[in-house]
């Protein structure tokens, strides 16, 4: 894996994807996308800043060569957004349209952040949305589309999220007391996320996987992002 490209790279599972891809030792070239400044830079990331995230798409087409892979951890909150409208318009449509633009590129291998037990029957918005959006982008028919399933997300977050920070407590609590067999099954650390995206786009680069859709589950997250990096 030569170049990628990556969306939400400044939030908690993108930030991880960002420094598993600084860390392979193969030093592929890093197309970052942000509205803001990265945290971390190398030599070999390519920090792309643009506040007005409807440029993104283009700003994805217009790189050269076009990356082998990219990966999406775009996401925000009804809370962030103001609205559950105005979240739909980054969680789903930006999102799509980013697929395209990536598919429209000649980008071999797409690779998106979703969440477990998501579905389009769904009477929960936020749920349909997310199944919405998996069943957009295989349609794409990319020639590797790539959809990691977490459960809860445990790390830090900058934005405060006050029931999901007492389950990421007592997920932290379990997961050291059982070296993770008490939380693998319902969360993973983002870290272990953003490494299990890694692995899984270096498998379908280097022609490990068959062509088509790819669902990562929590079990192969935990798997991919635990074996060694590269």
Not at 5 to 26: E, F, K, N, R
Not at 203 to 216: P, T
Request: charged share 20%.
């Amino acid at each position: 894996m030569n170049s990628t490209a990556l969306v939400g790279c400044t939030g908690l599972v993108g930030s991880q994807i960002l420094s598993a891809l600084q860390a392979l030792p193969q030093k592929p070239t890093i197309h970052a996308i942000a509205r803001r400044e990265l945290s971390s830079a190398t030599p070999n990331t390519n920090s792309i800043i643009e506040p007005d995230s409807a440029k993104w798409p283009n700003s994805l087409q217009t790189l050269a060569p076009t990356p082998e892979v990219f990966l999406s951890a775009l996401g925000t909150t009804r809370a962030q957004a103001g609205s559950f409208e105005a979240q739909r318009k980054i969680d789903y449509d930006l999102n799509l349209a980013l697929a395209k633009a990536a598919k429209d590129s000649g980008v071999k291998t797409y690779v998106l952040i979703s969440s477990a037990a998501v579905s389009s029957k769904s009477r929960f918005p936020y749920s349909k949305m997310k199944a919405e959006l998996e069943d957009a982008v295989k349609a794409l028919e990319i020639p590797h589309t790539v959809i990691l399933k977490p459960g809860l997300l445990v790390g830090q977050r900058q934005d405060l999220r006050l029931a999901e920070s007492v389950l990421r407590t007592v997920a932290r609590g379990l997961g050291s007391i059982s070296k993770g067999w008490l939380t693998d099954w319902w969360a993973q650390d983002a870290d272990v996320i953003g490494r299990a995206a890694v692995a899984a786009a270096i498998e379908c680069a280097e022609g490990k996987r068959a062509k088509g859709v790819w669902i990562i589950g929590q079990s192969d997250i935990v798997r991919l992002g635990r074996q060694p990096p590269g």
